[in-house]
Nanobody, 114 residues
Framework: VQLQASGGGLVQPGGSLRLSCVASGSRSSINVMGWYRQAPGKQRELVAIITSGGDTNYVDSVKGRFTISRDNAKNTVHLQMNSLQFEDTAVYYC?????????WGQGTQVTVSS
């Protein structure tokens, strides 16, 4: 299974970005798709996840600012990020969990800077 993420970039505080990730090569349904991030010197943390049924979960720091969505037919997950803050700067990784195995994308850099 391969995951290809896109949409990162440089944005000013208060701005928006939309990340997308496409999963390919899976013969089974993807149970959970999500986004994680890792800032310099910090551990990777969960940002948001979404199940095949549409249930979502967010880390507290992004609630009300980020929205995760997915298209099951296209094996695609999106992360709409609004009101971006300096603290959101990180490499963002998409993930896809199939049965008990989690696959990772290559990461896309999000930099919030004035």
């Amino acid at each position: 299974v391969q995951l290809q993420a896109s949409g990162g970039g440089l944005v000013q505080p208060g701005g928006s970005l939309r990340l997308s990730c496409v999963a390919s090569g899976s013969r089974s349904s993807i149970n959970v798709m999500g986004w994680y991030r890792q800032a310099p010197g910090k551990q990777r943390e969960l940002v948001a996840i979404i199940t095949s049924g549409g249930d979502t979960n967010y880390v507290d720091s992004v609630k009300g600012r980020f929205t995760i969505s997915r298209d099951n037919a296209k094996n695609t997950v999106h992360l709409q990020m609004n009101s971006l803050q300096f603290e959101d700067t990180a490499v963002y990784y998409c993930s896809a969990t199939i049965k008990i195995v989690t696959y990772w994308g290559q990461g896309t850099q999000v930099t919030v800077s004035s």
